[in-house]
């Protein structure tokens, strides 16, 4: 075999994409049979990209058309001798064919800035000075092949200055010029006074159609709801406020970005009236009797009296307010507590008549007769319907009789007890317990 040497080796090539990479080796003798030439790895062979040439002793390698992902290494082999060398397949360098245009807007339009580079880049930055802007509701970034835009929404004079895009080492830089528009007041807010839970409305006018604003109540910020409607009709701006109460007054203010106008409300305060007054009542004795009325608010200071005299508030005079219903429930009623009764609200009086009835009371349990023997010792109960608020009385035979050592008299609740100690003969005939109107009888035997 002959022996073959590479008298000149390969090259290292640097070319654009898509230039063509033409390689050169030369041996010491023509070869008989053909070389090796390896990209990256993979075996080369002759064809439509590719052309393997051998003149004599020069060997060469055309690779007509390059891309980025050729870059890497070439080998030639040869019997047993190797050349090898660089391929390096360097990018179209972008550039701009399309410079972006200084811009001039008025505030609150928007501005489209837009420029051009060839070749298409991978990606496109955009700077304000030299801060990044990111995509976002305000910046609208926009890349289709080699056509970049940078769309800014309702621009403000704060937007004003450089602006930058840049595709690897190509930029293209211009100037926005945002100019502050001048709002006017075309009718101011006025002061308004109203009673409470009526409504107040407060309105003004901007020459801007599409000049926002906010609407705040003593400096609370104020929404659309079952309170409050707020309205925009080109210029003119309107706030209704529904129900107002004292508590609202104060100052309404409508801010915008340049302009903030104030107003007063004031609120007067209906005075309160009874919506339904007390109405006269009956209750019994040892009963419980409520009067009741309505106010027209909620939150009044109320103050009880019996024919001119102010009643304190506990177990006896219980005082109550459930939103606008004002109560008071007299305990334990006794005759006393018959009178004229007044609810005094300060801005009006609500009167009631109370009547108490004698407590209707029956006998459940009647005396029974008894048969005692001399010396020993009887008993008789009787069992009203209600405890007596009035003083009781038994008679034995016709005497009055009264606690000593013989008899004794007790009652417990509604049960009524004579107990007799030592019977004599002396004490039979009628035995009689009375309460109030009321009588039982019981013959007493003595044997």
């Avoid at 992902?69 to 391929?87: D, P």
């Avoid at 009647?366 to 008679?395: M, N």
Wanted: proline share 3%; glycine share 6%; aromatic share 6%.
């Amino acid at each position: 075999e002959q022996s073959i040497n590479i008298v000149s080796e390969l090259s290292d090539v640097e070319v654009t994409q898509p230039e063509k990479a033409t390689f050169e080796c030369v041996t010491s003798i023509v070869s008989v049979k053909p070389p090796k030439w390896i990209l990256g790895g993979n075996v080369l062979r002759d064809g439509k990209d590719i052309s393997i040439e051998q003149d004599g002793t020069v060997h060469r390698l055309i690779l007509w058309k390059t891309s980025l992902e050729m870059s890497g290494s070439i080998q030639f082999h040869i019997g047993k001798s190797k050349s090898t060398a660089n391929l390096v397949v360097k990018d179209i360098p972008v550039k701009v064919t399309e410079k972006l245009e200084d811009k001039v807007v008025s505030e609150r339009q928007s501005v489209l800035f837009s420029c051009e580079f060839k070749p298409p880049p991978k990606f496109v930055e955009w700077f304000q000075g030299k801060t990044l802007i990111v995509a976002s509701d305000r910046y609208k970034i926009k890349q289709e092949r080699g056509t970049a835009e940078l769309r800014i929404v309702k621009a403000s004079p704060e937007d004003s200055g450089s602006y930058t895009c840049k595709a690897g080492a190509a930029e293209t830089s211009a100037t926005l010029t945002v100019q502050a528009r001048d709002v006017k007041v075309l009718k101011p807010l006025e002061n308004v006074e109203v009673e409470e839970e009526s409504c107040a409305i407060f309105t003004c006018e901007l020459s801007h159609d599409d000049e926002e604003g906010e609407w705040f109540l003593n400096n609370t910020l104020l929404y659309t709801n079952n309170y409050n409607d707020i309205k925009k009709i080109g210029g003119c701006h309107t706030l209704t406020l529904k129900q107002v109460a004292a508590q609202d007054s104060g100052t309404i203010s409508f801010k915008t970005q340049k302009l903030t106008l104030n107003a007063e409300l004031k609120v007067k305060e209906k005075p309160v009236v009874f919506m339904k007054s007390l109405d006269d009542a009956v209750g019994e004795e040892r009963g419980v009797v409520t009067l009741k009325c309505e106010v027209s608010k909620p939150k009044v200071t109320a103050i009880w009296k019996k024919n001119d005299q102010v009643l304190p508030n506990g177990d006896k005079y219980q005082q109550m307010q459930a939103g606008k219903t004002v109560s008071l429930t007299i305990h334990n009623l006794m005759k006393a507590d018959a009178g004229l009764y007044t609810c005094d609200i300060g801005t009006d009086v609500a009167k009631s008549k109370v009547g108490v009835q004698e407590l209707s009371i029956g006998i459940t349990k009647r005396l029974k007769s008894t048969e005692a023997k001399e010396g020993e010792s009887c008993s008789f109960e009787c069992v009203l319907s209600h405890e007596s608020i009035d003083e009781c009385s038994w008679t034995v035979n016709g005497q009055d009789i009264e606690s000593d050592q013989r008899f004794k008299v007790s009652n417990q609740g509604r049960k009524y007890q004579l107990n007799i100690k030592e019977v004599k003969a002396s004490d039979a005939g009628e035995v009689v317990f009375t309460a109030r109107n009321l009588s039982s009888k019981a013959t007493l035997t003595v044997k």
